[in-house]
């Protein structure tokens, strides 16, 4: 173990802390808990909850890409991956008004938040958060909710999905599908579903991603697009082969096979001192500084780079 690299990884935000606690030390259930339970009181997760406006918002827009500002849509994906206890009050209190006052604008202007009628990138981002904050109506047993049927109408002859309309883009996105498979995914887990057709849409998802070796063409082997192969914090809706092998890795079981050249990446981006570099900070949520500038340390890719790693090479430390 390079305690070194620990120990940096320690001395940072709670939403960073917890995770290395659990994903990496494997300390006690409770050590982690009380951990975890920092987050929405303290550092990061504090300072963004007290951001939300009595009506729900976060810099007053559900969605979007713009420069300085916050939004609801992407404020959530922040707080689902810092892995914020869903059950803490500040938290139940956030969630509850974006519930009951958070609508859409233009073409759906009025449908509310979490009944989202938008793009499979949008509406696979919704399914996770209404999944993890524990908004899925009492759904269960079976892919009935309309967010998961219209997904599943969505899905493409590829056994992917593509936000593009079909007359665009024949073929399905990286980008598109997972973000998709990650909300179908959550729905299964929340609902403890047997639906066939459900997990059938999450099969081909998956297939889709591993055919292509996460970042290949399926059609030359060439790099499908250059921004897979660098990792960013928080991704929002962007692809990149950490994120896919961190979707894997929380779906639990061992590593397929074709996921090889994808983990040999993430191993080759590893700096001398044994940590991963940041990214590009993405357009949205500029407001909130979570990452290191682009190229130096980076405390998120080092964390979620040597967890998939660790778990790849079943439960040994990748130090």
């Known amino acids: 173990m390079d305690q070194q690299v620990v120990d940096w990884l320690l001395d940072s935000d709670p939403a960073i802390r917890w995770q290395v606690r659990r994903d990496l030390l494997d300390e006690p259930a409770a050590r982690v808990a009380a951990e975890r339970a920092r987050v929405a009181d303290e550092g990061w997760g504090r300072d963004i909850l007290a951001l939300q406006d009595a009506n729900g918002y976060w810099g007053g827009d559900v969605y979007g890409d713009r420069r300085e500002r916050d939004t609801v849509m992407w404020t ?4 689902l991956q810092f892995g914020i206890d869903p059950e803490a009050s500040a938290v139940r209190e956030a969630i509850a008004r974006v519930r009951d006052h958070v609508t859409w604008p233009d073409g759906d202007a009025g449908v509310p938040f979490f009944e989202t009628r ?58 598109s599908t997972l973000c998709v498979i990650e909300g179908l995914r959550a729905y299964q887990r929340a609902t403890a579903s047997t639906d066939a057709a459900l997990a059938d849409a999450v099969r081909t998802g998956e297939e889709y991603l591993l055919e292509r070796k996460l970042f290949r063409r399926a059609s030359t082997g060439e790099v499908a697009n250059e921004r897979y192969l660098g990792f960013a ?18 779906s ?3 590593p397929d096979a074709r996921l090889q050249p994808a983990l040999d990446l993430v191993r080759s981006q590893r700096g001398e001192d044994g940590r991963w570099p940041a990214g590009p900070q993405r357009p949205a949520l500029r407001a909130y500084v979570l990452e290191a500038p682009e190229g130096r340390p980076s405390r ?20």
């Open 76 to 79: 959530l994906h922040v707080l």
């Open 252 to 254: 639990g079981g061992r």
């Open 233 to 250: 914090f928080p991704m929002y809706w962007f692809y990149d082969v950490l994120r896919a092998l961190e979707y894997f890795r929380s």
């Open 300 to 319: 998120w890719n080092t964390l979620r780079a040597l967890r998939v790693l660790r778990w790849a090479s079943n439960g040994e430390e990748p130090w």
């Open 118 to 175: 938008y793009e499979e990138c949008v509406t696979g981002g919704v399914l996770s958060y209404a999944a993890y904050f524990g908004l899925l109506d009492g759904a269960a047993g079976g892919g009935t909710d309309r967010r998961v049927a219209r997904l599943l109408e969505q899905r493409r002859d590829d056994g992917g999905w593509n936000c593009d309309p079909p007359e665009q883009s024949p073929r399905s996105s990286f980008d």
